[in-house]
Nanobody
Framework: QVQLVESGGGLVQAGGSLRLSCVAS????????MGWYRQAPGKQRELVAK?????STNYAVSVKGRFTITRDNAKNTLQMNSLKPEDTAVYYC???????????????WGQGTQVTVSL
């Protein structure tokens, strides 16, 4: 099995910063990409940031310049600066994993961590 464990969510004031972390473990041969999605109540889940094994990154337009994703093997970190109330959502870690036991590819998700940005 593959597990993604997230940490770092919480309540911050607008303009503040928060750092999310995600650690992948389990039946992993490799991780092609890791990233974060978020979902606010009544809204569609959206990509926040993604980083590939080669270091290429992809950001939502709404967070570009404010958020930075980095990765160290099976751990990734999302540094969130200049937070806005519209960043409030449940943030989910995501990993594109190659399973060691089967050599198959799968998309795995963390349990989600709440980020709330107040005025």
């Amino acid at each position: 099995q593959v597990q993604l464990v997230e940490s770092g969510g919480g309540l911050v004031q607008a303009g503040g910063s928060l750092r999310l972390s995600c650690v992948a473990s389990g039946d992993i041969l490799g991780i092609s990409a890791m990233g974060w999605y978020r979902q606010a109540p009544g809204k569609q889940r959206e990509l926040v940031a993604k980083i590939t094994s080669g270091g290429s990154t992809n950001y939502a337009v709404s967070v570009k310049g404010r958020f930075t994703i980095t990765r160290d093997n099976a751990k990734n970190t999302l540094q969130m600066n200049s937070l806005k109330p519209e960043d409030t959502a449940v943030y989910y870690c995501n990993a594109d994993v190659i399973r060691r036991s089967t050599r198959s590819r799968g998309d795995y998700w963390g349990q989600g961590t709440q980020v709330t940005v107040s005025l």
